[in-house]
């Protein structure tokens, strides 16, 4: 029983400390084309990200279209999250799972042009990790109804 509770607590600690080494915002970048999102990201991390750093920008942009919706900036609207629930997270924990660390997020997201950059921040001690990235947020929806994690409008009639 102990060694259960033990882990639990581990995994609890790792989990907030992975946390607390990162935040993202995510913001209006412009108007996008044919379904698509252009959201500016700057992810802070404790660690600078090296060659990582455009899958950390890839990641943070789908994730904050996916659960926290795009904040608005310079005239363009701010965007809902393309799924309300944020606890579906966890409640589809494997398809998450299997979602991130395989990479298929990259399918639904580049990065605009040469805007990723990575930058220290004195003041906070972090690493600044910046890009403008294009969410293809129509495919994005579908893969997402496809795999039973949102329901689609055809559901609805």
């Known amino acids: ?15 907030l400390n992975a946390a607390a080494q990162e935040s993202y915002t995510i ?21 600078k990200p090296g060659t990582d750093a455009e899958n950390l920008a890839l990641r943070y942009a789908v ?14 609207g701010a965007q809902n999250a393309l799924i309300s629930d944020p606890a579906i997270e966890q409640t589809k924990a494997q398809f998450f799972n299997a979602f991130w660390n395989e990479g298929t997020y990259k399918n639904f997201a580049s990065i605009s042009g040469r805007s990723l950059s990575v930058m220290a921040n004195k003041q906070t001690k972090m690493h600044d990790t910046s890009a403008i990235v294009t969410i293809n947020k129509e495919a994005l929806r579908h893969y ?13 009639w």
């Open 27 to 47: 913001r209006s970048a412009g108007q996008g084309r044919d379904g698509n999102y252009l959201v500016e990201v700057v992810v802070s991390t404790k660690k």
């Open 1 to 15: 029983m102990k060694k259960i509770f033990f882990t639990l607590l581990c995994s609890l600690l790792l989990t």
């Open 63 to 76: 994730h904050g279209v996916l659960f926290r919706g795009i904040s608005a900036r310079d005239g363009y």
């Open 144 to 156: 997402l109804e496809e795999n039973g994690v949102v329901q689609g409008f055809s559901n609805l």
